[in-house]
């Protein structure tokens, strides 16, 4: 057996070495195994036009290769730690390496010596391996790939187009070198791109300087509202990451209604989490930003508040009542949870609109 690996580097020398030595083995008992790369054969490349030559041989296999699955992960993960790895794991590292081999060994070291693997961690070797991709690429390509890299594994092409304000044509045609090469991968979907690999995206996201990245999420928070393909909790997340460049009153009440959704759906602790980060939030705020801060109508909009609201505890309330069901940070949000001191009135416990009434 001879095996040729990264064949899409070959010069033209060794390109024709390579068909002269397959034309010279067809009648004998070798196998020959050339591997390359398709996402980084460019047209132009020696191996590109021999390709037609080679597979023209009726002896001649051509096998794409896919990322391993889930079985081949857990395989892979039994090797290299010496144990059966969790399902939940497993899961984990097929959605974010999406099953290439050597990100899958890369995160699964960092596991075995950390005992733990944040999930905007990014091996240093993977980042290597993921910025001599990168640098292959165009310009324009690299700062459209860098804008999505910020909207998520899964990118909106109408968003993505808001918020890089080029041309429409210039755009697609960086998109589609984007999937050509490998980054970007199609969905059912047609105004929907993916990222190959999370790990992917998650370099071209950390290779950004914060206060950039903190001005993207802004924009994409804009852009969401402009084409109404918002969420809540994505819209809050976008928000969220923007604070540098925002002002905390800007934020708070998406997060306060992503509150308020996950309570509807009976994530109570996801609920309460996210009112104590608007709370979190409201206290970054400088002093007396409150009095100048715009005001948000209560409820109903009987009432309004320009004052910023406290966070603190009624101790009258007994232990068994649940966090979400306080008053947070419920003025700045533009509702009030149960009991807002600020305001001066009472409701019921509930995101849904409801009228006044005074104590």
């Not at 296999?61 to 794991?89: H, K």
């Not at 604070?243 to 109570?268: C, I, K, M, N, R």
Request: one cysteine or more; glycine letters at 8%; aromatic letters at 4%.
């Amino acid at each position: 057996m001879l095996i040729v690996d990264d064949a899409h580097w070959l010069d033209a020398p060794s390109t024709v070495l390579l068909t002269m030595f397959a034309k010279a083995v067809r009648h004998n008992r070798v196998l020959l195994a050339v591997g390359y790369r398709e996402a980084e054969l460019a047209p132009d490349a020696p191996l590109a036009g021999a390709l037609g030559e080679l597979l023209a041989d009726p002896s001649a296999v051509r096998l794409p290769l896919q990322g391993l699955g889930a079985d081949g992960v857990a395989a892979l993960a039994r090797d290299v730690t010496g144990a059966d790895v969790p399902d939940e794991t497993v899961a984990m590292l097929l959605d974010r390496t999406g099953g290439n081999p050597f990100f899958v060994v890369e995160l699964l070291r960092v596991l075995v010596a950390e005992h733990t693997l944040a999930p905007e961690h990014v091996p240093v070797r993977v980042q290597e391996v993921v910025r001599r991709r990168l640098a292959k690429l165009p310009g324009q390509v690299n700062a459209v790939i860098a804008v999505a890299s910020v909207l998520g594994r899964d990118v909106s092409v109408p968003v993505l187009r808001e918020v890089v304000q080029i041309d429409e044509l210039a755009l697609f045609d960086t998109l589609d070198t984007a999937v050509v090469s490998g980054i970007l991968t199609a969905t059912d979907d047609p105004g929907l791109l993916r990222f190959s690999h999370d790990l992917v995206r998650q370099t071209a996201y950390l290779d950004q300087g914060p206060l950039r990245r903190a001005r993207l999420h802004a924009r994409a928070a804009q852009a969401l509202r402009d084409t109404g393909l918002a969420t809540v909790s994505e819209l809050a997340g976008h928000l969220r990451a923007a604070l540098p460049v925002l002002s905390p009153f800007d934020v708070v009440p998406a997060l306060v209604e992503a509150a308020g959704e996950a309570y509807e759906q009976t994530a109570h602790e996801q609920a309460s989490a996210l009112l104590e980060e608007a709370v979190g939030v409201l206290h970054r705020a400088p002093a007396g930003s409150g009095a100048t801060s715009p005001s948000w109508t209560c409820g109903s909009g009987s009432r309004t508040c320009t004052r910023q609201p406290t966070a603190t505890w009624p101790r009258s309330w007994p232990p068994s009542t649940p966090r979400w069901s306080r008053c947070w940070s419920a003025c700045a949000a533009g509702r009030c949870w149960t009991s807002c001191r600020r305001c001066g009135g009472t409701r019921r416990s509930t995101p849904r609109p409801a009228t006044w009434r005074g104590r």
